[in-house]
């Protein structure tokens, strides 16, 4: 299922020198930090509409249905394990953010509130880890499926195009 992204994450870790397992964990930490980071900054900026809140819960549950639902394991291919499984994810997705829209303002300036902040990536990335090893889903499935998904869109060629590119970029430099 992943072969196109394995290949991509290979060639890419070939020309970078690094090891292809950790060049797909430093990703995967990357997508979550970034996705953290998203939820934290729309719940410090947002406000707790109850169109904002719907809006993430079904796009969590949604995309974490397609994760669960493509996970190659037997352990969680039911239908009511995928759906419980997204429920939960966007659970805490939404939880996330309405709580710290209600507690931004009162906290902002607790170090400890701010530490704990800081470490939902870590959470997310340690959660994403135990997950796919509890139901049997692949090392790094959560990072390579939604990259097969990405590079067989109509963005594969521009995100083709733009890994090449760079790599001619800095081999003019002799980097």
Do not use: H
């Amino acid at each position: 299922m992943t072969s196109e992204a394995s290949e991509f994450i290979g060639k890419l870790s070939n020309k970078i020198g690094v090891n292809e397992n950790i060049l797909l964990n430093v990703i995967q930490f990357a997508v979550c930090t970034t996705i953290s980071g998203m939820i934290i900054i729309g719940g410090i900026f947002g406000k707790n509409s109850l169109f904002l809140i719907s809006s993430l819960f079904l796009t969590s549950l949604l995309l974490s249905f397609i994760l669960f639902k493509n996970c190659p394991s037997k352990k969680i291919n039911n239908l009511l394990i995928q759906i419980l499984l997204s429920v939960i994810c966007a659970i805490l997705a939404t939880g996330l953010f309405y709580g710290i829209g209600l507690t931004w303002n009162d906290n902002y300036q607790n170090r400890l509130y701010l530490g704990l902040l800081l470490l939902v990536p870590v959470f997310s990335y340690i959660i994403i880890k135990v997950t796919e090893n509890i139901f049997d889903c692949g090392e790094n499935f959560f990072v390579l499926f939604p990259l097969e998904i990405l590079l067989r869109s109509p963005l594969g060629p521009l995100i083709k195009l733009a890994y090449k590119s760079l790599f001619k970029i800095t081999e003019s430099f002799n980097l």
